[in-house]
């Protein structure tokens, strides 16, 4: 499939001037007398403007991550990714999505802003996806294709096959969240780079990471694409605490990685308990630190449980998901004490 990126960035993206800002302009040369931002000169310690491209961070995640510091955008959470997406490919009223249902909630929200016409293909019973009855519902209007994988709420991931199918024969951008990929033994889309003109990957601090309170989202893309989400950004979009706060976790992955382990290993003792619970009907498979179960009566099971003070999400109302709860997988001592509450429950 032919790629062209400037034909599908919207036409005033394609002609905007971007915001200049004073540390945008004033860049690579020494200086010790900073008089250009309005800043006050008493170090509170937060009184600079912090860097608006975030070098020192993605200098450090670039290895980690195997892609080039060029490929990577950083943001307010993902969300800041995802809606920009719409703000730099999709023209109201006019452009539309293709994505897959069940999925992540914010991908409709963020087209509903953007008056971006939002077009859902339902999975399959089992949560497979079929990529020919995507490229089916994408027309010339379409311009972009969302894929999580892992999917939440479902849990799986899809094989890469099908995902490779997808980026091959769609012409527009195809954007894979792997919110979940640290939780896959999978190798992660965003290693796929320099082979995919059109693809955008997902990653974020608030799930395996830890750190869902100080917001960071990354982008993976090409630098053509990661250009524009620099131009559409806000100019100081991560702020400085963010910022030193990554750099100190990434200087602690021994940390993170036992995070990591523990979780995994709680997984295979959570669902297969799960499963033995008489209220149980379907334990879905999962490659994320969390699990759909269906149950026998989703509604009263999550009051029962919000009355215990444990807290799942209820997924009945979600399109293909009645009576099904999804559970985040916990420490041992909550995911026992989940476990028990479900056990007592008649
Ligand atoms: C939790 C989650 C995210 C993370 O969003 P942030 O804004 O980075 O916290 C992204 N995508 C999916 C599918 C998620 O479930």
Redo the contacts with the bound molecule.
């Keep these: 499939m032919d790629f062209e990126l400037n034909k599908l960035v919207r036409p005033n993206i394609r002609a905007l001037e971007p915001y200049s800002c004073a540390r945008d302009e004033f860049k690579g040369m020494e200086a010790h007398v900073f008089l250009d931002a309005n800043e006050n000169p008493y170090n509170n310690p937060v009184n600079r403007y912090p860097d608006p491209l975030q070098e020192k961070l993605k200098g450090r995640l670039a290895p980690l991550k195997q892609v080039r510091p060029s490929q990577i955008f950083l943001g307010n959470?993902?969300?800041e990714a995802i809606d920009l997406v719409y703000r730099i490919f999709c023209t109201p009223g006019r452009d539309n999505v293709v994505a897959i249902a069940p999925t992540?909630g914010m991908y409709k929200v963020c087209a509903d802003i953007n008056d971006v016409e939002y077009r859902a293909v339902p999975l399959s019973p089992d949560w497979q996806l079929d990529a020919q009855a995507l490229l089916r519902v994408a027309d010339a209007q379409t311009k972009v294709i969302w894929i999580?994988s892992p999917n939440?709420p479902t849990g799986n991931e899809f094989p890469r096959e099908v995902i490779h199918e997808v980026l091959t024969c769609f012409g527009g951008i195809v954007v894979i969240?792997e919110?979940?990929s640290d939780f896959s033994s999978q190798v992660p889309f965003r290693t796929m780079l320099d082979r995919y003109p059109n693809l955008i990957v997902?990653n974020?601090f608030?799930?395996a990471w830890a750190s869902?309170a100080i917001?960071l989202?990354m982008a993976f893309a090409s630098e053509d694409i990661i250009a524009l989400f620099n131009k559409v950004k806000y100019p100081y979009n991560v702020n400085l605490l963010t910022q030193e706060k990554a750099c100190a976790l990434i200087d602690d992955l021994a940390t993170v990685d036992s995070w990591l382990a523990q979780i995994r290993r709680e997984r295979d003792h959570v669902l297969p308990a799960l499963s033995e619970l008489p209220i149980v009907r379907e334990v879905f498979p999962s490659d994320a630190n969390f699990v759909l179960v269906r149950v026998t009566d989703a509604n009263r099971i999550y009051r029962y449980l919000v009355e215990k003070g444990i807290v799942v999400r209820n997924r009945h109302r979600v399109q293909l998901c009645n009576d099904c709860l999804r559970i985040t997988i916990g420490t041992r001592q909550e995911n026992n004490e989940l476990l028990g509450a479900l056990r007592f429950y008649k």
Aim: aromatic letters at 12%; hydrophobic letters at 20%.
């Design positions: 959470g993902s969300d992540y999580c939440n969240d919110a979940y997902l974020t608030s799930k869902a917001r989202g």
